[in-house]
């Protein structure tokens, strides 16, 4: 039984779609989320903290929305601003700018204490690379004290552009009300639509297939 981690069921219904039946069950722990720029690091060791308490497979799923006009932000730190600020309330900030596309992105980290045998794509990126260009403390540049972790991790990526536009609709979560992709938000779609086109969507997709041979 794969592990979906996450304190948002929201994420697990649409996560249900790209697995077989009864082969997922959500995992409502809160790992450490680190400071940093990127997803991927911070899924990566979302997933080894994950598998370590739950001593089972696990998939992490980070994500967050980058909008173009403020430099990717709030990306990394959404969650935290989707907390304090409030959904409606980037709208107004967004509704300022010149340019308000942004971006979902979405990293799925897989984690079951064994070795990963030569990817496929999507690649299992260089967290052993950079451990060990970090050298044998791991101190390296990135910031992840995780780095020289043996854990292996594997990483799936998702991307999905779109625009800042006033809440509209009252499906999904989070952001989905105020991005608008090909002229919906993702609150007016539905779960199957928004898998569809949606960053967690083409992470799933990717995970999906690779976990079927595992
Ligand atoms: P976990 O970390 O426990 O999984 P979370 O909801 O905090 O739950 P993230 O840190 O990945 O998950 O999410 C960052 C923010 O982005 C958070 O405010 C989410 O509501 C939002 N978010 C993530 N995926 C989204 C999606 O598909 N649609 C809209 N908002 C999304």
């Known amino acids: 039984m794969l592990r979906y981690v996450t304190t948002n069921p929201g994420k697990v219904r649409e996560a249900e779609r790209y697995l077989p039946d009864g082969s997922v069950e959500r995992l409502d722990f809160d790992y450490t989320e680190i400071q940093a720029d990127e997803l991927g690091p911070i899924a990566a060791r979302g997933a080894r903290e994950a598998y370590r308490h739950a001593d089972a497979p696990v998939l992490v799923d980070d994500a967050g929305l980058f909008v173009e006009g403020l430099d990717g ?3 990394p730190y ?5 907390e304090t600020l409030g959904v409606e309330r980037v709208h107004e900030i967004a509704a300022e700018l010149d340019d308000r596309r942004a971006a979902f992105r979405c990293v799925l980290g897989y984690c079951d204490g064994d070795g990963f045998a030569a990817s496929p794509d999507p690649v299992d990126r260089g967290d052993r690379d950079a451990a060990a260009a970090a050298g044998p403390d791991g101190d390296g540049e990135g ?3 995780d780095e ?3 854990l292996p991790v594997k990483l799936f990526e998702g991307y999905v552009p779109g625009r800042i536009v006033a809440p509209r609709g009252d499906g999904g979560f989070g952001y989905d009300p105020i991005f608008e992709h090909d ?3 993702f609150a007016e779609m539905d779960t199957e639509r928004k898998n569809a ?5 083409r992470a799933l997709e990717k995970f999906a297939e690779w976990y079927a041979d595992r």
């Open 183 to 185: 002229g919906e938000t």
């Open 73 to 75: 932000f709030p990306g």
């Open 78 to 82: 959404s969650s935290y601003v989707e």
């Open 197 to 201: 086109v949606s960053h967690r969507g």
């Open 143 to 145: 910031g992840d004290p």
């Open 148 to 150: 020289s972790d043996p």
